[in-house]
């Protein structure tokens, strides 16, 4: 079982240019088999957990930029959806030379915008009245639709070690205050080629602040997956492979 020595779990398949992929919060690094089984004929990729999630316990120290160290991986495209937005954003921001391309998929973390002091202002009064994260995953059609896909992601998201964090109702009002209220950047001399990608159904990283965040990065690319909620690289796997897999031809 491959392991990092600071106790992150990941594994590795393909062959070619890095592409690293860092899941959301509910998930663990089979929630990208999609993704990976479509690009492991043409690049080397590498899905971890984050930790606390998955296999990954609680406890452990690493983090992205230690398992590419520590995996001699000099320079990557990164991938990260929804929470995993903050760690590959954290590192195309510190070290651009590590990333040759970055992709944020559902998520705006990491780019303290306008927008995301906006959204973050409207999601506390959302959580106050009663709004949970956990239950806008996807569409809201889409485990009627997809049954069986459905069923499968959350068998995924539930395989975590005893110790890990549960699945329960997260409070991420200390995370909103501090997004509402951080100092705006300026990103419009942003190194890293870079992709955002929305799903128009998206009820939580909501479509107007992934395309104002994309506007505020200097050179990105933005990219609509239609008929699709927070996570359209599962609901929409051929449409948003088709966009990610343009995109990598494009600038790796």
């Given at each position: 079982m491959?392991?990092?020595?600071?106790?992150l779990?990941y594994?590795i398949?393909?062959d070619?240019?890095?592409v690293?992929?860092?899941?959301g919060?509910?998930?663990?690094h089979l929630?990208?088999?999609r993704?990976?089984?479509?690009?492991k004929?043409?690049?080397?990729?590498l899905?971890?957990d984050?930790p606390?999630?998955g296999?990954?316990?609680?406890?452990a120290?690493?983090?992205l930029?230690s398992?590419?160290d520590e995996l001699a991986?000099?320079?990557?495209?990164?991938?990260?959806h929804?929470m995993?937005g903050?760690?590959?954003?954290a590192?195309?921001?510190?070290?651009?030379?590590?990333?040759?391309?970055?992709?944020m998929?559902?998520?705006?973390?990491?780019?303290?915008t306008?927008?995301?002091s906006?959204?973050?202002?409207?999601m506390l009064?959302?959580?106050?009245?009663g709004?949970?994260?956990l239950?806008h995953?996807f569409a809201?059609?889409?485990?009627?639709?997809?049954?069986?896909?459905?069923?499968l992601?959350q068998?995924?998201c539930?395989m975590?070690?005893?110790?890990?964090?549960p699945?329960?109702?997260?409070?991420?009002s200390a995370?909103?205050?501090?997004m509402?209220?951080?100092?705006?950047?300026?990103?419009?001399?942003?190194p890293?080629?870079?992709?955002?990608?929305v799903?128009?159904?998206?009820a939580?990283?909501?479509?107007?602040?992934i395309?104002a965040t994309a506007q505020?990065?200097?050179?990105?690319?933005?990219?609509?997956?239609?008929?699709a909620g927070?996570?359209?690289?599962?609901?929409?796997t051929?449409?948003?492979?088709?966009?990610?897999?343009g995109?990598?031809?494009?600038?790796?």
């Amino acid at each position: 079982m491959p392991v990092s020595t600071q106790g992150l779990f990941y594994e590795i398949d393909g062959d070619g240019p890095w592409v690293i992929f860092a899941h959301g919060g509910d998930g663990n690094h089979l929630c990208w088999h999609r993704q990976v089984a479509a690009l492991k004929h043409r690049y080397r990729c590498l899905a971890y957990d984050a930790p606390g999630f998955g296999l990954t316990p609680a406890d452990a120290k690493g983090d992205l930029l230690s398992l590419m160290d520590e995996l001699a991986i000099d320079r990557a495209v990164l991938v990260g959806h929804s929470m995993g937005g903050l760690a590959v954003s954290a590192v195309a921001q510190a070290h651009p030379n590590r990333v040759a391309a970055l992709v944020m998929s559902d998520t705006p973390f990491g780019f303290f915008t306008p927008a995301l002091s906006r959204w973050a202002a409207e999601m506390l009064v959302k959580i106050s009245a009663g709004f949970n994260v956990l239950d806008h995953l996807f569409a809201p059609d889409f485990a009627k639709r997809e049954p069986e896909a459905h069923h499968l992601y959350q068998a995924i998201c539930r395989m975590r070690l005893p110790a890990s964090t549960p699945r329960e109702r997260p409070d991420f009002s200390a995370a909103y205050i501090a997004m509402r209220d951080a100092p705006r950047g300026d990103y419009s001399a942003f190194p890293v080629p870079a992709l955002f990608i929305v799903g128009d159904r998206d009820a939580l990283t909501l479509p107007w602040l992934i395309e104002a965040t994309a506007q505020a990065v200097g050179g990105s690319d933005f990219a609509v997956i239609e008929g699709a909620g927070h996570s359209p690289f599962y609901e929409r796997t051929a449409e948003y492979n088709r966009a990610l897999d343009g995109f990598l031809a494009r600038v790796v």
